[in-house]
């Protein structure tokens, strides 16, 4: 058994990372891939925040633990209601409780969905959690003031601003930049600084923490970042300017990561994993638009064509108030699930669609996604749509979009309504991508080893082994014995009980669907309202 | 799960509802800089009293699935008036909707 420390990097990936360490500017990440073993780390079937994390941590796919998206969406006859993703939804029980059950103590620091927060035994606090309503999301209640006491503390720096997230990821105003990179840099030492005091003055084996500004700024700056793509536009004083700024900001993550691996001690093994890669995309492909052209979906007639570049909805209505209901079939909530959803009936208020009518209605948007092209290249823009069966297996797939769609370059669609289906983008903007990183370093790991990439599902077996517990049975990755200088023989822990949590999740009640006489209209207004949605990537 | 089914039955008491969302404002809002000075009661404004914004109508939503053990609650009907989004919402308002809610049953 040895204490672990697992630092989590939201969207790293070694297209950066590698040029970074070439430069000098992350020597600490350079000496983990010297002293210990690298991967290439594959994500969940769409590579999201929410749902790749969430596999991180309870060794199931998303068909298992039930997370999709940071939304979860509920299907009613006569439209679609959503609301936001809670752990109450996580089917599964996360490492922290499996181990809580054996006697070991973590620290879980800004992973999303961890949101109302579990008894752990341990300290826990959420991801995605506004200032206002952080003291309620720590675990335990008395963290706050402890961490509150502190001098060089400012817990209102922890958050994200969820407005400005959402902006960020379609289209930062320029005079935006330098703030945006600068705002990351504070959040990571104030979550470094609670691991810190964490790891200084209570007992711990599994201590954890995500440092998000890796996604925030790659969704933003990807082009300042990326070396060829910067050589050819970054002349401008303001274009330097960023950049340092950027690199600096990766300069002091990987100070942050010294210092919490040598809080941690010698005798420590260290994991380093993110949840997707990242890579860039010069193009916006227009889901919704091109349902609409295809008469899967209908436009209310005043429904606004969006700004150049924006996948969201922001500042404008939601994208399900867009929708004339009586005549939609199939639509996109969401960028960031990729996911088409298709009606219970055809149309609002129409039977239910039998097995064959809802295979045959894929079936031919499949058929029809494939088709599309880049008429400017000639290149498909669609490279792969999965059922939601094939993505996310499980007892829990019918929560999950009825198809996932993989882009070209792995980007977001838009949900947004255009007068084109295609759109090449002004400037190249950093999507994800299904590859992250894996690293691990620390005793009985193999030193200076590169294997072949792993799974994210991967990562929950080997932290059990580097903790001294065996693997529950029902994790779906394996323990990946080449990372281990004597591969260890694979211990599996008896098969657990069918909890509670097991259990497919209840339809919504029928008599829980929206008021009589609320037009969809007004409904949607709410949900706009209530999506708050910063939680919509 | 246990623990929110006794919640969802406790709430069946006369006036435990309106108590229930009391308590959770009252924990939710302590150290807000809100600048009310009186009890959180019926008559208290979610926005007017105590500054709710959107992003605190999702986490209190949270916090009342959580507490009342019931989740999927068509809370538009709270927050809708004749298609419009409320301006206001009081706390006589929340206790009103969950009682017709959670004597509808279904506990998730």
Not at chain 1, 32 to 41: E, M, Q, W
Not at chain 1, 333 to 362: F, M
Not at chain 1, 425 to 449: E, Q, W
Not at chain 1, 474 to 495: C, K, Q, S, T
Request: proline fraction near 6%.
């Amino acid at each position: 058994m040895s204490r672990t420390l697992l630092i989590g990097l939201d969207g790293a990936t070694f297209t950066v990372l590698d040029a970074l360490m070439a430069r000098g500017l992350m020597p600490t990440l350079k000496s983990l891939c010297d002293r210990g073993v690298r991967a290439g780390l594959m994500s969940t079937a769409n590579p999201l925040t929410p749902l790749a994390w969430t596999s991180l941590l309870t060794g199931r796919s998303p068909g298992h633990h039930g997370i999709f998206d940071f939304v979860r969406v509920e299907q009613h006859a006569d439209h679609p209601h959503f609301r936001l993703a809670t752990s109450s939804d996580i089917r599964c029980p996360t490492i922290y409780a499996r181990i809580g059950e054996q006697g070991l103590r973590s620290i879980s620091l800004n992973f999303p969905v961890m949101f109302p927060p579990r008894p752990i035994d341990g300290f826990l606090i959420p991801g995605f959690v506004p200032h206002r309503h952080l003291q309620r999301a720590m675990h335990p209640r008395e963290l706050y003031d402890r961490l509150s006491a502190l001098p060089d503390l400012t817990l209102k720096e922890l958050p994200v601003d969820f407005e400005d997230e959402r902006r960020s990821v379609q289209v930062l105003a320029p005079e935006r930049h330098e703030e945006w990179v600068r705002f990351h840099i504070r959040r990571e030492r104030q979550w470094f600084k609670v691991l810190e005091h964490l790891m200084q003055t209570e007992p711990w084996d599994l201590a954890s923490v995500v440092f998000d500004g890796v996604d925030k700024l790659q969704h933003a700056c990807w082009r300042f970042i990326d070396d060829g793509l910067f050589a050819t536009f970054g002349d401008s004083d303001w274009a330097q300017r960023v950049r340092d700024l950027c690199l600096d900001y990766f300069r002091q993550l990987d100070d942050l990561m010294a210092r919490a691996i040598d809080l941690a001690g010698p005798e420590t093994r260290v994991f380093l994993a993110s949840d997707h890669g990242f890579g860039p995309s010069d193009e916006i492909f227009y889901v919704n638009s091109w349902l609409a052209e295809q008469g899967f979906l209908k436009w209310k007639d005043d429904a606004p064509v969006a700004p150049e570049g924006y996948i969201n909805t922001e500042g404008m209505k939601a994208a399900a108030f867009l929708f004339d209901w009586s005549r939609t079939s199939a639509y996109t909530l969401t960028p960031g699930s990729n996911g088409i959803y298709i009606r219970p009936g055809k149309v609002a208020g129409a039977p239910d669609l039998s097995d064959a009518e809802r295979a045959s209605l894929r079936r031919r948007i499949i058929d029809g996604l494939l088709s599309v092209v880049n008429p400017k290249t000639g290149e498909r823009v669609v490279r792969k749509v999965m059922t939601r069966e094939e993505a996310f297996p499980g007892p829990h797939s019918g929560l999950a979009a009825d198809l996932t769609l993989v882009l070209r370059d792995f980007g977001f669609v838009s949900v947004t309504r255009s007068d084109a289906i295609l759109k090449t983008r002004k400037d190249v903007a950093g999507v994800h991508n299904p590859r992250g990183i894996f690293l691990a370093s620390g005793p009985g790991i193999r030193r200076g080893a590169t294997v072949g990439d792993l799974s994210i599902l991967d990562v929950t077996p080997a932290l059990m082994q580097s903790l001294g517990l065996a693997v529950p049975q029902e994790f779906e990755g394996r323990l990946p014995v080449e990372i281990f200088e004597d591969a260890p023989a694979v211990r599996l822990a008896p098969a657990a009980v069918p909890s509670e949590m097991d259990r497919p999740a209840e339809p919504v009640a029928a008599g829980m669907a929206a008021a009589d006489g609320m037009d969809a209209e007004g409904e949607a207004t709410v949900m706009e309202r209530l999506r708050a949605l910063g939680y919509i990537e | 799960m246990m623990e929110s089914q006794q919640a969802g039955a406790a709430a069946k008491a006369p006036g435990a509802v309106l108590d229930g969302v009391v308590e959770i404002l009252e924990e939710m809002t302590k150290e807000w800089d809100t600048g009310f000075s009186g009890s959180i009661g019926p008559e208290t404004s979610l926005m007017n009293n105590l500054t709710f914004e959107s992003i605190d109508i999702v986490m209190l939503i949270v916090a009342i699935e959580e507490r009342f053990g019931k989740k999927g609650m068509p809370f538009e009907e709270l927050l809708m008036v004749d298609g419009h989004y409320v301006d206001d919402l009081k706390v006589s308002q929340i206790g009103a909707f969950l009682e017709k809610q959670l004597a509808a049953g279904t506990t998730a």
